[in-house]
């Protein structure tokens, strides 16, 4: 649904409720009752009033940023948001993050980094709250250790703590450090309360890190066994799995890794 559609269904609503508000004590109650009554609802009214004039200010305020999204274009999006961020000099979070995500749309990483040493200076905490975002670029412009040392100083955080330790280990997979890669599949298959992260973790173990590791292969066997287990308990069926996969391509560090999230639902209801 456009977000246009949705501004003018919101109105409606509320210009409904300030009627029904306004005339329905009239027809049922008479002159007598309803302004006694009127009197008693009157900061309902006012409340919905001040909502409504506050959704239509943020809205025309916002409709240019609103019309590149329903289009898709990212090219004017990132020249609109460069200009609402990095010309003026403000970094709201809502914009910085999406302004990486778009980044990352373009697959232009270098522009993401860039973006987190303006942050590093201005705003260091936008660099923490979208790490995924920031180390994704890392793995996009092929800097692999560069990525596992990012998320490496973020293993503890505890927003997201399971999609940074498998993005941990899967840039150390894509470096070659295939025993901490192994390392951190091994925990998640068995701990993670995230299915795709379960079955990612699962499907690297029975694979590339099996054949990588034979000193550790019954190790990672045994754990892509755990891992397959637990994620068909939650999501019995193909179906099921494919509903979850749809339900968080929205975020970007979930859409960059959808050809891995293929295979590991192919290998998990194989």
Same mark, same amino acid.
């Given at each position: 649904? *456009?977000?246009?559609?949705?501004?003018?269904?919101? %109105?409606?609503?509320?210009?409904?409720?300030?009627?029904?508000?306004?005339?329905?004590?009239?027809?049922?109650?008479?002159?007598?009752?309803?302004?006694?009554?009127?009197?008693?609802? #009157?900061?309902?009214?006012?409340? !919905?009033?001040?909502?409504?004039?506050?959704?239509?200010?943020?809205?025309?305020?916002? @409709?240019?940023?609103?019309?590149?999204?329903? *289009?898709?274009? #990212?090219?004017?999006?990132?020249?609109?948001?460069?200009?609402?961020?990095?010309?003026?000099? @403000?970094?709201?979070?809502?914009?910085? +993050?999406?302004?990486? %995500?778009?980044?990352?749309? !373009?697959?232009?990483?270098?522009?993401?980094?860039?973006?987190? %040493?303006?942050?590093?200076?201005?705003?260091?905490?936008?660099?923490?709250?979208?790490?995924?975002?920031?180390?994704?670029?890392?793995?996009?412009?092929?800097?692999?250790?560069?990525?596992?040392?990012?998320?490496?100083?973020?293993?503890?955080? &505890?927003?997201?703590?399971? #999609?940074?330790?498998?993005?941990?280990?899967?840039?150390? !997979?894509?470096?070659?450090?295939?025993? &901490?890669? &192994?390392?951190?599949?091994?925990?998640?298959?068995?701990?993670?309360?995230?299915?795709?992260?379960?079955?990612? /973790?699962?499907?690297?173990?029975?694979?590339?890190? +099996? *054949?990588?590791?034979? /000193?550790?292969?019954?190790?990672?066997?045994?754990?892509? *066994?755990?891992?397959?287990?637990?994620?068909?308990?939650?999501?019995?069926? +193909?179906?099921?799995? %494919?509903?979850?996969?749809? @339900?968080?391509?929205?975020?970007?560090?979930?859409?960059?890794?959808? +050809?891995?999230?293929?295979?590991?639902?192919? #290998?998990?209801?194989?």
């Amino acid at each position: 649904m *456009k977000f246009r559609t949705v501004f003018i269904l919101f %109105n409606m609503i509320i210009l409904f409720f300030l009627v029904f508000i306004a005339l329905t004590p009239y027809f049922l109650l008479g002159n007598g009752f309803s302004l006694y009554f009127l009197r008693s609802v #009157w900061p309902l009214a006012v409340l !919905l009033l001040v909502i409504l004039v506050g959704l239509d200010i943020f809205y025309l305020a916002n @409709r240019r940023l609103y019309a590149l999204l329903e *289009k898709e274009d #990212w090219p004017a999006l990132v020249q609109f948001l460069e200009g609402r961020v990095i010309t003026r000099g @403000r970094y709201p979070a809502r914009l910085v +993050k999406l302004l990486a %995500n778009s980044y990352l749309v !373009l697959s232009d990483p270098a522009s993401v980094l860039e973006l987190e %040493n303006r942050l590093s200076v201005a705003k260091p905490a936008l660099i923490e709250e979208n790490s995924l975002i920031f180390g994704i670029a890392r793995i996009l412009g092929k800097d692999h250790a560069g990525a596992a040392a990012f998320f490496s100083r973020r293993l503890d955080s &505890a927003k997201q703590g399971d #999609w940074i330790r498998f993005y941990h280990g899967f840039a150390a !997979l894509l470096d070659g450090d295939f025993g &901490a890669a &192994a390392n951190d599949c091994v925990v998640l298959a068995s701990e993670s309360r995230i299915p795709l992260v379960i079955g990612l /973790s699962g499907y690297f173990l029975s694979g590339a890190l +099996k *054949k990588s590791l034979p /000193s550790r292969a019954t190790e990672c066997i045994q754990a892509a *066994k755990t891992a397959r287990e637990r994620v068909k308990k939650s999501l019995p069926g +193909k179906k099921d799995w %494919n509903r979850e996969v749809s @339900r968080s391509l929205g975020e970007i560090y979930v859409a960059v890794i959808s +050809k891995y999230i293929g295979g590991a639902g192919t #290998w998990l209801y194989a």
